[in-house]
T-cell receptor, first 110, second 116 residues
Framework: QKEVEQNSGPLSVPEGAIASLNCTYSDRGSQSFFWYRQYSGKSPELIMFIYSNGDKEDGRFTAQLNKASQYVSLLIRDSQPSDSATYLCAVGGTASKLTFGTGTRLQVTL | GAGVSQTPSNKVTEKGKYVELRCDPISGHTALYWYRQSLGQGPEFLIYFQGTGAADDSGLPNDRFFAVRPEGSVSTLKIQRTERGDSAVYLC??????????????FGEGSRLTVL
């Protein structure tokens, strides 16, 4: 079992719809959870982080964390073509490093 | 500098050669990370520095890989006797995080290494 699992996609959603990206992790001791966006040929950029169970909203983005289920998700409301990218889930524990999933490719269609 | 700077942006070398990849982190960031990303994969952890010392080098694949950060700022990743399987984008990231746990990482644009 991989430490951080994501569906590789592509996930295709029409412009204006909600995109839902999911991630599961194996280490119950994980403490910090991040979503990075990576455009093709570019480096990852941080878009959201969450440390506590529940929802955290920032503009069109909402991160959701459920530690009991070892599950973290990212919702993107009113999806735009510029949101088309690979979204990487990253999980941090006590080891002071982030473990990344393989990423989910999102395509927002016109 | 304003962001994490990595040089070179592209490096093509022949199998068996030695390469050095350099990372200049965000000013004031004490934590520095090296990751490696292959096509279609997420970044894979290599090594983490807190200040000058390597706090965790568990991700280095073998003894051909070595990294230093002698003055607690710029870091160099060194790869000896390169192999074709070393071809990847090598990402450097820095973080202001100093206490336990993990804070957000800020990535450089990466150094794309191609071993022929």
């Amino acid at each position: 079992q991989k430490e951080v699992e994501q569906n590789s996609g592509p996930l295709s959603v029409p412009e204006g719809a909600i995109a839902s990206l999911n991630c599961t992790y194996s280490d119950r001791g994980s403490q910090s959870f991040f979503w990075y966006r990576q455009y093709s040929g570019k480096s990852p950029e941080l878009i959201m982080f969450i440390y506590s169970n529940g929802d955290k909203e920032d503009g069109r983005f909402t991160a959701q964390l459920n530690k009991a289920s070892q599950y973290v998700s990212l919702l993107i409301r009113d999806s735009q073509p510029s949101d088309s990218a690979t979204y990487l889930c990253a999980v941090g524990g006590t080891a002071s490093k982030l473990t990344f999933g393989t990423g989910t490719r999102l395509q927002v269609t016109l | 500098g304003a962001g994490v700077s990595q040089t070179p942006s592209n490096k093509v070398t022949e199998k068996g050669k030695y390469v050095e990849l350099r990372c200049d982190p965000i000013s004031g960031h004490t934590a520095l990370y090296w990751y490696r990303q292959s096509l279609g994969q997420g970044p894979e952890f290599l090594i983490y520095f807190q200040g000058t010392g390597a706090a965790d080098d568990s991700g280095l694949p073998n003894d051909r890989f070595f990294a230093v950060r002698p003055e607690g700022s710029v870091s160099t990743l060194k790869i000896q006797r390169t192999e074709r399987g070393d071809s990847a984008v090598y990402l450097c990231a820095s973080s202001p995080w100093t206490s336990g746990g993990t804070g957000e990482l800020f990535f450089g644009e990466g150094s794309r290494l191609t071993v022929l």
